[in-house]
C-alpha cells in the first residue's frame, strides 16, 4: 500500500496516544505530530520515563514507533503542506468571555488551525475533527477553509475521540466503536473511507460507524452527557442514603445488576471530574438553548448542578466535623481527576482544596502522578496569601504528619494498599472522608480511624 503522511495537530492528551496508537498498528502511514508548545514536544521526543502524558502502556509503544513512522516536531506548517490527513487534536476549553461565556466551547485553537491549514495548504486533504468540539464545529472548519482558500479542496470529517484517560491505549486498541461522520456527497463518502481505512488496519468492520457530521458530532457529546448523568444520578442517591440509613453501594449493585441498566459508571463519587463531561454538557446545554429548547437545557443542566451539590455537601462534612479543631489541617490524597492519569483537569481535589483554603484550613496534598507545579496552577485563583497555607508533599507520610483529617480523592491503588494503622498513627486526630470509588472495607476503617465519613454517612 502507497505511504500516507498523516499530521496531527495537538500532542496533548489526545493527539499523543491516538497517533501512537495508529502508528503502532499502520505501519504505511507517517504521522507527524506538532503543536505550538516548543517544550510539550522536547518533552515527548525526551527520555520515554518523561513523557508530557502519563497513560499505562503509552511509554512502550512511544519506544517502538518514535523516530520510525511517528515524528514529534515544532513544524507546524510545514508538516501540513505535506500531509494527506490532518487531525485537529488541539484543546477547545469553555469560553471565559464574550458570547456564550462559561458555557459555550471556545474555538479560537481550532480556528487559528484551519486558518493556518487554509494558508500552507497548495493541495487537496482530508480534515479530521478529532478534538471535542460542540456540534456544527465540522461546518465552521470548512467555512473557514474555504474563505481563505478557494483553490484547494477540502474535505471535513468528524472522528469523535472516546478514549478514557488512565485507559486510553486498551481504549484504542480495542474500542467498543469507531464513529467517523462525513459530508453527504460522492467526495464526502470517499474522505470518510480514507480515515476508515486507518482504523480498518487493526479494527473490524464492524466497529467502525459511518454517519454524517452532524450524527457524529452530536453522538459524542451525547456519549458523555449520559455517562455523566449516570455518575449524577447515583450521587443524588447518596444524599438520600445519608438521611436514610440505605448504603449507596448496595443500592449501586443493585441497580447495576439489572442487565438493561449495566453496572458501569454507577460508583459514586465527589463528582466527576475531567476535561470532557462539564465542557460536553455545556455545550449540549447552550446548544439546545440555541435552538430554544429551555426544558431540553434545564434537563442536562440539572446533571452539573448535582455534581456542583456533591462537592459542597462533601466539604460540608468536613468543616462541620472539624468545626471546633483549632488551626485544622487536612490531608488531601489524589489530586489527578481519576487514577491513572496525570491530568488534574476538573478534579473534584481542586474545588474542595480551593474552599479549605478559602476557609482558612492548613491543606498538604499528596499525589503519585501529578506534579507540584500543576497542583499550584490548578489553585491560581486562590489568593496567594492563602496559599501559604499549602504544602504539596512528596509521600504519603508527610502529607499525613500533625494532619486532624485525611480526605482520599483518587482511586489510586497505591492508596487502597496503604496501611491506614501505620500511618494514621501519624496523625493528631485520625479522621477519613471517602470518597465513593475507593473500595476500603468498613471493617479497616473502623479499627484504624477515630471517624470515618464517606459520601452517604
Ligand atoms: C470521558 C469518557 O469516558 C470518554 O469516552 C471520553 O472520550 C472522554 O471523557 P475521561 O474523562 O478520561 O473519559 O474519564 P472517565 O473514566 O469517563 O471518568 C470521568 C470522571 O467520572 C472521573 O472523575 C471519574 O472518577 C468519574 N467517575 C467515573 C465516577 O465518579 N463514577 C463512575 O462510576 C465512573
Ligand atoms: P486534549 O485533552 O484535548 O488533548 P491538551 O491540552 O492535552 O488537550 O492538548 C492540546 C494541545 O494542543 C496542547 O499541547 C496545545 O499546545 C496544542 N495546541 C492548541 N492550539 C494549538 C494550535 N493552534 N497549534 C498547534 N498546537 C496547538
Known amino acids: 500500500m502507497k505511504s500516507k503522511e498523516i499530521c496531527c495537530i495537538g500532542a496533548g492528551y489526545v493527539g499523543g496516544p491516538t497517533m501512537s496508537v495508529i502508528a503502532n498498528n499502520c505501519p504505511n502511514y507517517n504521522i507527524t505530530v506538532v503543536d505550538s508548545n ?25 519506544a517502538k514507533v518514535r523516530g520510525k513512522n511517528l515524528v514529534f516536531s515544532n513544524e507546524v506548517e510545514n508538516s501540513i503542506k505535506k500531509a494527506d490527513v490532518i487531525f485537529i487534536a488541539v484543546n477547545t476549553p469553555t469560553k471565559t468571555h464574550g458570547e456564550g461565556k462559561g458555557m459555550a466551547a471556545d474555538l479560537t485553537n481550532i480556528e487559528k488551525c484551519a486558518k493556518l491549514i487554509a494558508e500552507s495548504s497548495s493541495s487537496g486533504k482530508i480534515i479530521v475533527e478529532k478534538s471535542t468540539a ?10 473557514v477553509l474555504n474563505k481563505e482558500n478557494s483553490k484547494v479542496k477540502f474535505q471535513i470529517v468528524s472522528n469523535p475521540e472516546f478514549l478514557a484517560e488512565g485507559t486510553a491505549i486498551n481504549d484504542l486498541m480495542n474500542p467498543d466503536r469507531v464513529l467517523i461522520g462525513g459530508e453527504q456527497s460522492e467526495e464526502g463518502h470517499k474522505a470518510v473511507n480514507t480515515i476508515a481505512d486507518i482504523y480498518r488496519q487493526w479494527l473490524p468492520e464492524n466497529k467502525i460507524i459511518l454517519t454524517n457530521l452532524w450524527s457524529s458530532e452530536l453522538s459524542k457529546l451525547a456519549s458523555n452527557a449520559f455517562l ?6 447515583i450521587n443524588s442517591l ?33 463528582g466527576f471530574g475531567g476535561s470532557c463531561f462539564k465542557k460536553d454538557i455545556l455545550n449540549l446545554v447552550y446548544l439546545s438553548r440555541y435552538y430554544g429548547l429551555q426544558e431540553i437545557a434545564e434537563y442536562w443542566e440539572s446533571v452539573l ?26 490531608s488531601i490524597f489524589g489530586w489527578a481527576f481519576k487514577k491513572n492519569t496525570n ?10 482544596t480551593r474552599k479549605l483554603l478559602n476557609n482558612n484550613f ?36 508527610k502529607a499525613l504528619k500533625d494532619s486532624h483529617a485525611i480526605c482520599i480523592l483518587t482511586e489510586w491503588d497505591e492508596f487502597k494498599a496503604m496501611n491506614f494503622k501505620n500511618l494514621s498513627s501519624l496523625m493528631k486526630e485520625p479522621i477519613l472522608f471517602l470518597d465513593g470509588r475507593n ?4 471493617n479497616k476503617l473502623n479499627r484504624t480511624f477515630k471517624k470515618f465519613m464517606s459520601i452517604d454517612k
Open 439 to 442: 473500595i476500603i472495607s468498613d
Open 38 to 62: 516548543e517544550s510539550r514536544i522536547s518533552e515527548w521526543n525526551g527520555p520515554v520515563n518523561d513523557l508530557p502524558i502519563y497513560e499505562p502502556g503509552l511509554k512502550e509503544i512511544i
Open 238 to 270: 447518596s444524599a438520600l442514603c445519608e438521611k436514610t440509613g440505605a448504603k449507596i453501594d448496595e443500592v449501586s449493585k443493585s441497580v447495576g445488576m439489572d442487565s438493561r441498566i449495566g453496572s458501569k459508571f454507577l460508583q459514586p463519587s465527589v
Open 343 to 352: 491530568d488534574s483537569r476538573e478534579s473534584a481535589s481542586i474545588e474542595i
Open 362 to 397: 492548613t491543606v498538604k496534598v499528596y499525589d503519585p502522578m501529578v506534579k507540584e507545579k500543576t497542583i499550584i496552577k490548578d489553585l491560581q485563583d486562590v489568593l496567594n496569601n492563602k496559599l501559604n497555607k499549602l504544602t504539596v508533599c512528596s509521600s504519603a507520610e
Open 134 to 143: 460542540p456540534v456544527g464545529t465540522g461546518k465552521k472548519i470548512k467555512s
Open 305 to 330: 448542578k448535582i455534581n456542583d451539590y456533591q462537592k459542597s455537601r462533601f466539604y460540608d462534612k468536613i468543616q462541620n466535623t472539624l468545626s471546633k479543631t483549632e488551626n485544622p489541617t487536612v
Open 228 to 233: 455523566a448523568q449516570r455518575i449524577s444520578s
